[in-house]
């Protein structure tokens, strides 16, 4: 085994990883917001790379602004979603919820399908096909856009949360949403933002990796799993912990294929999901995740 | 505030879904199965009359094998309007009832289930896919209805004792494997890396290769997988970069094998790379953009109709179709909608001597002798359910993103 094939699978596991790492992302600020896992988080990944294509490759508009607007479309779907579906049923128990938003992703599935037809779309890679080669070990251009915008939301999301009024009135609705209603906080308006964000972030996601695996109409689910699994393995609700398993199951996978032994290639989404569930089974509360009560 | 709320709503409701049309425009050929055109030809014999003959067709119009499944479901649309209009068959109208398996086994089955039971349909066309198709298998065999399957899987019509109401119009992999062979043995490639799609398909595929290649003196020194919808292929063609082999198979059907070739350019992989009938469509080429450069494959000789010899059979029934399809669903023929072009035209020239008997039907479909299709020329027996040789095969390369026939 030589160094460069590892280094190969290191750097292509950690760039595959921040997509995952992005959804597992958009996954954790909902939950955090609604206590619902939100399965047509995928969907939103696949509308960022399908509206992207659209305005970049159809209509032709600048990469930034292409950019912008399939993510801030994507924002709004995520605002309807929360608007017609999720809080005319606000009393409803959690499991209601979780299953609607299964119902949310098959009607963004059909829609898209209906709009963009079964076909795969391709987009150019942001700064070219060329590759950059290190130690032997191939990069792509694009993964490190990937790469970077990844790392340049999940910093700007931290200081979201951290330092602005509206992030830190999210993060009180998450810890205490009656306390956080008493203090005067729309916890409505809250859980709206903490979907519209969440859907804008899927859709960046998706949308900077669709140079490098194609946007299809059914292409989010299994991104959507991959950062579902992310989410779980760093610890739901946890948003350090949910970009630590995103990046942890891209490795994995990546890793899994590359060492496993001849005759074993083709079970690499198995290796992510074997970790998945022995998180689940050894530490259910996720690697990074607290140990927590049911709150009243 | 709260009417203002409403209407902002409302708006933005309406907004989005302008924008969802916008981006919906632009694509070209919307799919032809909503609405197919008023028939372009004028009923020229008598409106046929009667109990119509009933087939069914199963197609994957939906899921991962839609671009295969639409053209079929187009197709059949096609011939079913084009029969008809010129007076149907033996006077009787033909009705096709079609169904989607949205590309998953267990829909497939139930789509059989129905057309069998409730539709009593005559045969089935399809399914696409040689893993829908390999499920359906047992419904047709036990039930006793001829299947003509538009799938490429060696083992749909093998081994033929339990075949005997499976036929198959697409070439198989048996096929395109011997055409490749025989275009490695002339380039003295002696040793390959392969990498097959865990597909179905894809791993028909692989068997295949395993089988002809090593019994050929060609050494397959590493054997990787993906899987269909896989994000990233980096890894398999890491570890087949290292053993340096002289040449990388791809089995599959898109989009994994755009991601591989995508792949192995960002590896600076310069190995010949050879991949299979499944990329025989435009999408591949659009996909994979400069990556499919240089990628040879065998693919029916639709694709490369403008440069075979006019001496070839073939050519006439191949330009009709393409011309055919283009003016029916307003989009380009492709190999695919061939196989169930193919299919019918076999199964009709059968019913109108076998009328409404399955067995009948069947023993004729086996007697279907020097039928030129757009797959290849069909000789089908009782011991040969798929009637093509590896001369069904053409090999294309992908040059300034056209293809061109590699000679």
Sequence with gaps: MLFSEILQYLLTGLTVGCVYALVALGFTIIYNATGIINFAQGEFVMLGGLLLSTFFVVAHLPLVLALLIAVLIVAAIGLLMERLTIRPLRNAPLVTLVIVTVGVSVILRGVAKLIWGADAFSVPAFSGESSLFIAGA???????????????????????FDRTLIGKAMQAC??????????????????????????????????VISPLTFAAYDSGTILGLKGFSGAIIG??????????????????????????????????DAFAFVILLLVLFLRPSGLLGKRTTEGV | MRLFSRTLLALSVLSLVACLILAGCPKPAAPPATAPPASPVAPTAAAPTGQPFVIGAIFSVTGPGAPLGEPEKA?????????????????????????????????????????????????????????????????????????????????????????????????????????LLDYLKAKKISNVA??????????????????????????????????????????????????????????????GPAVVAKNAKSLGLTMPMFMSHGIANKKFIELAGPAAEGVIFPAGALLVVGELDPSNPQKAVLAKYAADYQAFANAPANTFGGHAYDALQILIAALKVAGDDRAKLCAELEKTKNHVGVGGTFNLSPSDHSGLTKDAFALVTIKDGAWKMVK
Aim: glycine share 10%; aromatic share 4%; net charge neutral.
């Design chain 1, 138 to 160: 191939a990069v792509q251009m694009q993964y490190l856009w990937v790469v970077g915008l990844a790392a340049l939301v999940v910093v700007s999301v931290r200081l979201f």
């Design chain 2, 194 to 255: 392969i990498i097959c799609d865990s597909n179905a398909f894809g791993q028909s595929g692989a068997e295949q290769l395993k089988k002809q290649l090593p019994a050929a003196g060609i050494k397959i020194v590493d054997e990787e997988q993906f899987l269909t919808k896989d994000t990233s292929m980096v890894a398999q063609l890491t570890k087949i970069k290292a053993k340096k082999p002289g040449a990388t198979i791809c089995w599959g059907t898109n989009p």
């Design chain 1, 235 to 268: 610890g739901l609700g946890n948003g350090l912990g949910a970009i630590f398993g995103g990046i942890l199951v891209g490795l994995l996978e990546n890793l899994g294929v590359g060492l496993a032994p001849q005759g074993a290639a083709g079970y690499q």
């Design chain 2, 75 to 179: 197709t059949a649309q096609m011939v079913e309007q084009k029969v008809n209009s010129e007076g149907g068959i033996n006077g009787r109208p033909l009705k096709i009832i079609i169904e989607d398996d949205a590309t998953e086994e267990s829909k497939a089955v139930l789509a059989a289930k129905k057309l069998i039971e409730q539709d009593k349909v005559l045969a089935i066309i399809g399914p696409t896919m040689s893993g829908t198709t390999l499920a359906c298998v047992k419904d047709c065999t036990t039930t006793g209805t001829p299947m003509v399957s538009c799938a490429a899987s060696a083992k749909i019509t093998n081994p033929i004792a339990e075949r005997k109401w499976i036929l198959s119009s697409a070439q198989t992999d048996v096929l395109a494997v011997q055409r």
């Design chain 1, 174 to 207: 998450a810890i205490n949403p009656e306390a956080a209603r008493l203090a005067g906080i729309s916890v409505e308006r809250m859980v709206q933002l903490s979907f519209a964000l969440s859907a804008g972030l899927s859709a960046l996601a998706g949308a």
